[in-house]
């Protein structure tokens, strides 16, 4: 099983940033051939989609996210990033890492974000 292990959460103000990352040191694994997203889970919320970048480098971005958060990969280092700007107290969840090809996925453990004053 691959691991995938998300970094960069933690506690800030509404209105600033933070910077998330997901890596993997799976021997023998590349993520240059996987979609890979960040997805966030609130307290008694469904987890919803947030970001993608395809293998290809096409992105997506949810609605609620748009134009403040901006997804990137490294294919090199086998990491993905996601900066978020202009943080509100609504983007407070846990924040999870999936990559996907075909009928396989791998998620990380998620990392905790929260936005409050």
């Known amino acids: 099983q691959v691991q995938l292990v998300e970094s960069g959460g933690g506690l800030v103000q509404p209105g600033e940033s933070l910077r998330l990352s997901c890596a993997t040191s799976?021997?023998?694994?590349?993520?240059?051939?996987?979609?890979m997203a960040w997805y966030r889970q609130a307290p008694g919320k469904q987890r919803e989609l947030v970001a993608l970048?395809?293998?290809?480098?096409?992105?997506y971005y949810a609605d609620s996210v748009k134009g403040r958060f901006t997804i990137s990969r490294d294919n090199a280092k086998n990491t993905v990033y996601l900066l978020m700007n202009s943080l509100k107290p609504e983007d407070t969840a846990v924040y999870y890492c999936?990559?996907?090809?075909?009928?396989?996925?791998?998620w990380g453990q998620g990392t905790q974000v929260t936005v409050s004053s």
């Open positions: 970048i395809d293998s290809g480098g096409s992105t």
């Open positions: 999936k990559a996907a090809r075909l009928n396989t996925a791998y």
């Open positions: 799976e021997s023998g694994f590349s993520i240059r051939i996987y979609d």
